[in-house]
């Protein structure tokens, strides 16, 4: 069973920036396309950006050109570089494999909150 564990959450002030981790086990790391997650408050999670296994990315225009995803396979980790932070960026952030559902094992995410 995969294991999904996301740290590296916490509060900045508009316009900071946050390096978000993902440490994944459980699965091959190195054939695993890792998702990126966000529920905001009265919101439902809403996929924002994605990494193949081969390093192929894409995001959503509201991140795109803040954001970027990069993955270090040696250390079956993912991460989430958000730069230019708004405070409509305040969720809770969570990983897990591309197109994954609520019926997928989720792991605990970790709070962003962006405000002055």
Same mark, same amino acid.
């Given at each position: 069973?995969?294991?999904?564990?996301?740290?590296? *959450?916490?509060?900045?002030?508009?316009?900071?920036? $946050?390096?978000?981790?993902?440490?994944?086990?459980?699965?091959?790391?190195?054939?695993?396309?890792?998702?990126?997650? &966000?529920?905001?408050? *009265?919101?439902?999670?809403?996929?924002?950006? *994605?990494?193949?296994?081969?390093?192929?990315?894409?995001?959503?225009?509201?991140?795109?050109?803040? =954001?970027?995803?990069? &993955?270090?396979?040696?250390?079956?980790?993912?991460?989430?570089?958000?730069? &230019?932070?708004?405070?409509?960026?305040?969720?809770?952030?969570?990983?897990?494999? $591309? =197109?994954?559902?609520?019926?997928?094992?989720?792991?605990? *995410?970790?709070?962003?909150?962006?405000?002055?």
């Amino acid at each position: 069973q995969v294991q999904l564990v996301e740290s590296g *959450g916490g509060s900045v002030q508009p316009g900071g920036s $946050l390096r978000l981790s993902c440490a994944v086990s459980g699965s091959t790391f190195d054939v695993f396309a890792v998702g990126w997650y &966000r529920k905001a408050p *009265g919101t439902h999670c809403e996929p924002f950006a *994605g990494i193949t296994a081969r390093g192929t990315t894409t995001y959503v225009d509201s991140v795109k050109d803040r =954001f970027t995803i990069p &993955r270090d396979n040696a250390k079956n980790t993912a991460y989430l570089q958000m730069n &230019r932070l708004q405070p409509k960026d305040t969720a809770v952030y969570y990983c897990n494999r $591309l =197109f994954a559902t609520a019926d997928d094992s989720w792991g605990q *995410g970790t709070q962003v909150t962006v405000s002055s």
